[in-house]
């Protein structure tokens, strides 16, 4: 539920808890996770995975992050169509949804907090926000765009970029 990006303010709590990254690593670590192929949560168990203990760190976060969530759901296809009408079932997945929504705010705000803000980063957001929330404007190419963007604005020293 919520997929990756329900997952980021948990993964943030368990990987500065245990002092495996910092704040600043742990967002580049989600910007490179979020603009590779693949699942968000996945991309990001690989390569913190990678950087605590190389290539066997890799395949055991990646294992890690994967497998729980396969026999779970595994698990459950079996028996969720049958209870699936049941009035405390959908209740049950409501809930679940709001809670998603606020790890996923969480998650947000904490993120935010961390980000170096100027006058371009708040244009990139606000645009970004709203071309694929309301627009439904391809998210890779926002990102795409947004990277482009902010390195143009760096190298012009546009915005107070400082990097």
Partial sequence: ?????GMISLVRETVLGHCWL?????LSFIAVSESTPGPLAVNMATFIGASQAGL???FVATVGVVLPSFVIIFALSFVL???EE??????AFWGIRVAVVALVCSA??????????NLVSYILAA???????FFGANSILVLIACALIG???SKLKIGGMKL
């Fill in 81 to 83: 169509r049958q209870f």
């Fill in 22 to 26: 910092t704040e600043s690593e742990f």
């Fill in 108 to 117: 947000l705000v904490s993120m935010a907090k961390e980000c170096p803000w």
């Fill in 151 to 153: 390195l143009a604005a």
């Fill in 86 to 91: 049941l009035p405390a079932v959908r209740y």
């Fill in 1 to 5: 539920f919520g997929g990756g990006y």
């Fill in 56 to 58: 066997a760190g890799s």
């Fill in 127 to 133: 645009g970004a926000f709203l071309l694929v929330g």
